[in-house]
Antibody, heavy 121, light 107 residues
Framework: QVQLVQSGAEVKKPGASVKVSCRPS????????LHWVRQVPGQGLEWMGW????????NFAQKFQGRVTMTGDTSISTAYMELSRLRSDDTAVYYC??????????????WGQGTLVTVSS | AIQMTQSPSSLSASVGDRVTITCRAS??????LGWYQQKPGKAPDLLIY???SLQSGVPSRFSGSGSGTDFTLSISSLQPEDFATYYC?????????FGQGTKLEIK
């Protein structure tokens, strides 16, 4: 069955970078875009961007442009989201999610379990 | 960016009640809207996509409707496991945007 397994919780200092991994299983890694969504504790969901694991193409929300990098390693079927110049308001749970379907029928059908990133001095 | 205005932000209801949650887009998004359920400490789960298509395995008491700018999620007869937070998501254009969420609580 399809699963997306993310790396464990991280604690970082302001100004540092964090790299979260997402390892899908149960389907062909290069077959579907992977998106990243974050959730500040007690708040709503925020879309960050996507990576096409087949081509390496990416697209980010303007808010994260210049600070976020999304990559994929097809040899180990793992996607990564790296966020740099961390601030306290980047403290959040970061999710990866698989997008299936075409326009008019797209949906996030499987999600990772989430990775808590805490930014604190 | 398209803004998604979800209402109400919270809702108290009883088991067996019918509830409706609405989402309004700041511009037309055709039927490019999904509904997700999230329980505390868990990742969101897909309920509805394409505004009205029920995701496989989701109980038929959940339904969605709407097109353009106005959308609704209905739960026909609330079950104890339905008390959670619900989010709409537009995937019509980037950046994808979520509604602010509706917390459904037991009355």
């Amino acid at each position: 069955q399809v699963q997306l397994v993310q790396s464990g919780a991280e604690v970082k200092k302001p100004g540092a970078s964090v790299k979260v991994s997402c390892r899908p299983s149960g389907y062909t890694f290069t077959g579907y875009y992977l998106h990243w969504v974050r959730q500040v504790p007690g708040q709503g969901l925020e879309w960050m961007g996507w990576i096409n694991p087949n081509s390496g193409d990416t697209n980010f929300a303007q808010k994260f442009q210049g600070r976020v990098t999304m990559t994929g390693d097809t040899s180990i079927s793992t996607a990564y989201m790296e966020l740099s110049r961390l601030r306290s308001d980047d403290t959040a749970v970061y999710y990866c999610a698989r997008l299936v379907g075409y326009s008019g029928e797209r949906r996030f059908d499987y999600w990772g379990q989430g990775t808590l990133v805490t930014v604190s001095s | 960016a398209i803004q998604m205005t979800q209402s109400p932000s919270s809702l108290s209801a009883s088991v067996g009640d019918r509830v409706t949650i609405t989402c309004r887009a700041s511009q037309g998004i055709r039927n490019n809207l999904g509904w997700y359920q999230q329980k505390p400490g868990k990742a969101p789960d897909l309920l509805i996509y394409s505004a009205s298509s029920l995701q496989s395995g989701v109980p038929s008491r959940f339904s969605g409707s709407g097109s353009g700018t106005d959308f609704t999620l209905s739960i026909s007869s609330l079950q104890p496991e339905d008390f959670a937070t619900y989010y709409c998501l537009q995937d019509y254009s980037y950046p994808y945007t979520f509604g602010q969420g509706t917390k459904l609580e037991i009355k």
